[in-house]
Nanobody, 128 residues
Framework: QVQLVESGGGLVQAGDSLRLSCALSGRAFSRTAMGWFRQVPGEEREFVAASSWRPDDIYYADSVKGRFTISRDDAENTAHLQMSSLKPEDTATYYC?????????????????????WGKGTRVTVSL
């Protein structure tokens, strides 16, 4: 079965950095677009970042541009989200998604709908 397992969440102070990881299993990674969403309880989920095997297929939400970096480790079938200059507004549960044979662009505009593969989430809390 396809599985996505996130890790790396935690409690940090504003201005700190954190790296999230998402390991994919049960599916070929090389032609799979990967992305991240985040959600606050009671609020709608929000797109954060996405990338694919295409070098120019990479997207970020305006709120995280310049602070977050998404990357892929093909050898480990793992996507990473390096988060820097964290703000309290970044506090949320972060979910990894996988979209086989799709694109990061599609993930970026999907709002999560139509994406079949989700991780269970990792919590990020940024204090003042």
């Amino acid at each position: 079965q396809v599985q996505l397992v996130e890790s790396g969440g935690g409690l940090v102070q504003a201005g700190d950095s954190l790296r999230l990881s998402c390991a994919l299993s049960g599916r070929a990674f090389s032609r799979t677009a990967m992305g991240w969403f985040r959600q606050v309880p009671g609020e709608e989920r929000e797109f954060v970042a996405a990338s694919s095997w295409r070098p120019d297929d990479i997207y970020y939400a305006d709120s995280v541009k310049g602070r977050f970096t998404i990357s892929r480790d093909d050898a480990e079938n793992t996507a990473h989200l390096q988060m820097s200059s964290l703000k309290p507004e970044d506090t949320a549960t972060y979910y990894c998604v996988a979209a086989p044979l799709s694109t990061a662009q599609r993930i970026s505009v999907s709002r999560g709908y139509g994406i079949d593969h989700w991780g269970k989430g990792t919590r990020v809390t940024v204090s003042l």
